[in-house]
């Protein structure tokens, strides 16, 4: 998915990455488990246990062939994303029901992004995860996106940055578990799956920057970079920041060093970020242990 994915990086970002510590005073909570009062057999809490959900009907032939049309799509590449959205759109509405609307929508929410259509996106990837909070391509797109339209003057920032990290947990939790079915190719299959890692990886980089969380971004960025076939510049620029805030500055001359070997929106931050990080790095005698 990832191929198609076509990086935007707003001046609001590198003002909130520049700044290291963008919303250390709003107070971002950590993490904690759900509570929840333990449920009662059914029977014995005065309330009948509700019946099994039905089994949905199976998908007719021309719902099959319409959705069989969209994967062709995304798979040959044999129509362009406008056409490649009229189809979703078109099947999510002649079909509402669908089985296949979570996957329908994850496809859609992809072809949003890649046309820049960032209202549309999000509508498409929270309907995806609304009907299967486990539809993989959404929660990964999500993941990965979500961190980096974020800005600072919205009164959501907070519960936004929460929902990313949720987001890029449960992309994880989930790829981590994935099992190959037969009939993909193992590389084609491995390789897939380490893009998807990265831009989780990356999302939850940029969360824990944000959070002031600086060695567990480094962390994140490190593998979000390791596992991608061509790594984002982006990804290299907010690893150099987390190495900055971390005072490693070899590692921050490094990847601003890959950061500014390719034309990007942050090409020119990463070329003045990196001659600062080399007279930072020369006051150093040996690179300082994580």
């Not at 970020?273 to 007279?279: I, P």
Request: glycine fraction near 4%; charge should be neutral; charged fraction near 25%.
């Amino acid at each position: 998915m990832k191929g198609i994915v076509k990086i935007v990086v707003s001046v609001m970002l590198l003002a909130l990455v520049f700044a290291g510590s963008a919303v250390a005073q709003q107070q971002y909570p950590p993490q904690q488990p759900p509570t929840q009062p333990p449920k009662a057999p059914p029977g014995q809490s005065g309330i009948p246990a509700a019946p099994a959900p039905a089994e949905p009907a199976p998908p007719s032939p021309e719902e099959v062939a319409a959705h069989k049309a969209i994967t062709d799509a995304q798979a040959k590449k044999a129509k362009g994303v406008d056409d490649l959205i009229r189809l979703g759109e078109s099947f999510v509405k002649k079909f509402p029901e669908s089985r296949f609307n979570s996957a329908v929508y994850a496809s859609l929410a992809a072809a949003y992004q890649s046309v820049n259509r960032e209202a549309d996106m999000f509508r498409a990837g929270e309907k995806s995860l609304e009907l299967n909070p486990d539809q993989i391509d959404a929660l990964s797109l999500m993941a990965w996106v979500t961190p980096r339209r974020l800005n600072q003057d919205d009164l959501a920032l907070v519960p936004k940055l929460q929902k990313s990290e949720e987001y890029g947990k449960r992309c994880l939790q989930i790829l981590e578990e994935l099992v190959k079915p037969e009939t993909i190719d193992e590389v084609e299959f491995t390789t897939s799956k380490n893009e998807k890692l990265s831009m989780c990886h990356s999302g939850l980089g940029l969360v824990f920057l944000y959070t002031d969380r600086f060695a567990d971004s480094a962390a994140e960025l490190e593998k979000a970079t390791t596992l991608a076939l061509n790594p984002e510049p982006t990804d290299f620029f907010v690893l150099g920041r987390a190495y900055d805030l971390l005072k490693r500055f070899h590692d921050a001359v490094a990847a601003y060093e890959k950061c500014a070997e390719k034309s990007s929106a942050v090409q020119a931050s990463c070329k003045q970020l990196l001659a600062g990080a080399k007279k930072q790095a020369a006051t150093q005698l040996a690179p300082p242990k994580p």
